[in-house]
């Protein structure tokens, strides 16, 4: 096992707690009524997918949904509903990423997102006025990257922009599809399920990887 230099954490169900459930019923309080069946967990479909690959805007997005549910939605409707799959960001992940950074690791953020989801992202993210750019070293986010988590270009990006090979790469996602794509690159992984206390696996991983070259 090569030492672990770089570390990437997918955002929902690793760094924050996902909430499905109230995400959905968020969008169907909007008038989507099929929302159960267009929305996932792990990778969008859809519009949704159009937003969070990048292909379409915020704006584009607003007109579709509109569209989809038969009346004008404003922004805010938008962002309220993505906002539904935030339950809540646990202070102890924060911390354990500053740790993380505070020990030389380069730590990065490697997310299937949207504007929206960042709109609130980038300014109380952890509820003391610190936005979510504060935690990491650099963030690659499937809109802005036009490209989505498990399709190997994301990691490529990632690893190019984090100057970090494959085999010293940890990358931390609670989607079992992007592990798999993670690691037939050759990266070293953690699936924790959404909202595991994936702290004490991780440092074991660190620990085992910092033995083997010592």
């Keep these: 096992m090569s030492?672990?230099?770089?570390?990437?954490?997918?955002?929902?169900?690793?760094?924050?707690?996902?909430?499905?459930?109230?995400?959905?019923?968020?969008?169907?309080?909007?008038?989507?009524?099929?929302?159960?069946?267009?929305?996932?967990?792990?990778?969008?479909?859809?519009?949704?997918?159009?937003?969070?690959?990048?292909?379409?805007?915020?704006?584009?997005?607003?007109?579709?949904l509109s569209l989809l549910v038969g009346r004008e939605l404003s922004m805010d409707d938008c962002y309220q509903a993505w906002h539904g799959y935030v339950d809540h960001v646990p202070k102890r992940n924060l911390e354990a990423i500053l740790s993380l950074?505070?020990?030389?690791?380069?730590?990065?953020?490697?997310?299937?997102?949207?504007?929206?989801?960042?709109?609130?992202?980038?300014?109380?993210?952890?509820?003391?006025?610190?936005?979510?750019?504060?935690?990491?070293?650099?963030?690659?986010l499937s809109y802005e990257c036009q490209t989505m988590k498990p399709r190997r270009e994301i990691f490529e990006m990632m690893l190019k922009g984090q100057q970090a090979q494959p085999e010293e790469t940890l990358f931390v996602d609670d989607g079992p599809r992007n592990v798999e794509a993670a690691k037939a690159l050759g990266m070293q992984t953690l699936c924790p399920q959404n909202n595991e206390d994936w702290i004490e696996p991780l440092e074991a991983m660190l620990r085992i990887s910092s033995s083997d070259m010592g």
């Design 3 to 64: 030492q672990i230099k770089n570390i990437a954490f997918d955002l929902g169900g690793v760094v924050l707690a996902l909430s499905f459930e109230q995400a959905v019923k968020r969008f169907e309080e909007i008038g989507l009524a099929d929302a159960r069946q267009r929305l996932d967990a792990f990778e969008q479909k859809g519009i949704f997918g159009d937003l969070e690959s990048g292909r379409i805007s915020a704006e584009d997005f607003r007109r579709e």
């Design 101 to 140: 950074r505070a020990k030389g690791y380069k730590v990065c953020l490697l997310s299937n997102t949207n504007p929206f989801m960042m709109q609130w992202a980038d300014n109380d993210f952890d509820g003391e006025g610190h936005p979510i750019g504060y935690f990491f070293d650099a963030m690659y």
